[in-house]
C-alpha cells in the first residue's frame, strides 16, 4: 500500500510541475509574462506533494537526503511566494518571471540528478 502511495504522490508531484512549467513557457511564448491558474496550480501542487512525498513511507534505508529535501522546500516555497503575490498583476517582470521559470527547471534538476 505505501509502494501504491508513493507512485501516486510521485505523479500528482510530476503533474504539477507540468502546470508551473508548461503554464510558464506557455505565457512566455505569447510574450505577455503574466501568472496564469495553470502556474498558481502547478506551485501549489508541487509545494504540497513535495511535502507529503517528504513524509516517511519507504522502507528504511531509501529516505532521501535531508539536505536534498530541504533544498527542494526552498526552492517550492520560493517560486509559491513569487507566484501567488504577482498573480493579479496584469505583468509581470521579465526577470521575475524568468527567475519562476529557472527555478522551475533547477527545482527538477535537483530531484532529478540529487541522489
Do not use: C
Request: charged fraction near 15%.
Amino acid at each position: 500500500m505505501d509502494d501504491l502511495l508513493l507512485h501516486v504522490l510521485r505523479y500528482i508531484h510530476l503533474v504539477g510541475f507540468a502546470a508551473l512549467f508548461g503554464g510558464t513557457l506557455a505565457q512566455y511564448l505569447t510574450g505577455t509574462l503574466r501568472i496564469n491558474p495553470a502556474m498558481l496550480w502547478g506551485s501549489i501542487i508541487q509545494l504540497a506533494s513535495g511535502i507529503a512525498l517528504a513524509a516517511p513511507l519507504r522502507p528504511e534505508g531509501e529516505e532521501p537526503p535531508v539536505a536534498k529535501l530541504v533544498v527542494k522546500l526552498l526552492l517550492a516555497v520560493m517560486i509559491f511566494v513569487m507566484v501567488f503575490f504577482s498573480r493579479r498583476r496584469a505583468q509581470v517582470n521579465k526577470g521575475h518571471f524568468l527567475a519562476i521559470l529557472g527555478l522551475t527547471l533547477v527545482t527538477a534538476a535537483v530531484g532529478t540528478f540529487w541522489r
